[in-house]
């Protein structure tokens, strides 16, 4: 079992930074590929964006390539989703995932987070 838990969500300006960080309780954190998907009102849960087991591969979802970036510490059991250049179509709440076995975009993962709130005001 894992349990993962989100931090740093909250309310900024179009075109601001903001890093979200999401740490886990495994005791072999690289044994888990970790993801971010966001969920805004109404809407399916989106991907964000992936990293693997070793941090060696990344990608991301068309909407925040080039802006959005993933890494992780495995050391710290931590994966963190750096978010520049923030428009309004990012609000959203935003989940972490983690899985064994998968890696990928789609919602396959195992474990989630609860969730943090990212709103971009214009």
């Known amino acids: 079992q894992v349990q993962l838990e989100e931090f740093g969500g909250g309310l900024v300006q179009a075109g601001d930074s903001l890093s979200l960080s999401c740490v886990a309780s495994a005791r072999t954190f690289d044994n888990y590929a970790m993801a971010w998907f966001r969920q805004a009102p109404g809407t399916d849960r989106e991907f964000v964006g992936a990293?693997?087991?070793?941090?060696?591969?990344?990608y991301y979802g068309d909407s925040v390539t080039g802006r959005f970036t993933i890494s992780r510490d495995n050391a710290k059991s931590t994966v963190i989703l750096q978010m520049n250049s923030l428009k309004p179509e990012d609000t959203a709440v935003y989940y972490c995932?983690?899985?064994?076995?998968?890696?990928?975009?789609?919602?396959?993962?195992?474990?989630w987070g609860q969730g943090t709130q990212v709103t971009v005001s214009s």
């Open positions: 995932a983690a899985d064994a076995d998968y890696f990928g975009p789609r919602v396959e993962y195992k474990y």
């Open positions: 990293i693997s087991w070793s941090g060696s591969s990344a």
